[in-house]
Each structure stands twice: as C-alpha cells, then as structure tokens.
C-alpha cells in the first residue's frame, strides 16, 4: 500500500513557475513508476508526465505534447518523493494536479494503482 500527498500548488501569473511535490509512504518507493495527471474544470483526467524505476528503466521520463520543454519530473527516492517543476506556465495548465504510482512500467493512461488528493494550480492571464 502506497499513500501520496501532494503539496506546492497555488495561484501564479501566466509565465510564472512552480514546482509540485508528491510525498509517498512506504519503504518500496524506488520500485513504483510515477505519473503526474491534472484535471480541469469539466474535463477528464489527462497525463501530464511520468518517471520509471531507475533500477530496471534507467529513470527514463515521458511528457505530453502540451507540457513537453516546460515541465520537468524528477524524483528522489531517498527522499520517497517525486517532483514536478513547471515552467513557463500558461493559464490552459490551470487545473487539479493528482500524482500517482503503478508497479512496472510507467504507462500514460490512468492505469495507475495508487493516487494522491490533488493540489490546485491556478494560472492566471
């Protein structure tokens, strides 16, 4: 069992940063993939960025095309907390933001095992 808690949202101006973490519970964290989702107001869940287990995939990431150059995912595993830093942001990137963890690959899809409350990002123009 993997509990997540997110934490660093807020409200920015467009252009402005910000950078998101995602605290895990558990001792096993280095063997969990890692995703970043977001939702806005009336629309579905939609990956955002991903982390592999560096011990079997190298810690090879993946990003959508919307947030690919701006946002970076990293992670610390000593620390059992991955990161999110966003760049450049835009007011289209206004929305919750969930992490989440999966054993294996990481895949951009919500298969994902286990999820976190949420934190708000609000960009403003």
């Known amino acids: 069992q993997v509990q997540l808690v997110e934490s660093g949202g807020g409200l920015v101006q467009a252009g402005g940063s910000l950078r998101l973490s995602c605290a895990a519970s558990g001792r096993t964290f280095s063997s969990y993939a890692m995703g970043w989702f977001r939702q806005a107001p009336g629309k579905e869940r939609e990956f955002i960025a991903a982390?592999?287990?560096?011990?079997?995939?190298?810690?090879?990431?993946t990003y959508s095309d919307s947030v690919k150059g701006r946002f970076t995912i990293s992670r610390d595993n000593a620390k059992n907390t991955v990161y999110l830093q966003m760049n450049s942001l835009k007011p289209e990137d206004t929305g919750v933001y969930y992490c989440?963890?999966?054993?294996?690959?990481?895949?951009?899809?919500?298969?994902?095992?286990?999820w976190g409350q949420g934190t708000q990002v609000t960009v403003s123009s």
């Open positions: 989440a963890a999966r054993t294996g690959v990481y895949v951009t899809s919500r298969q994902y095992d286990y």
């Open positions: 982390h592999s287990i560096v011990s079997m995939y190298g810690g090879s990431t």
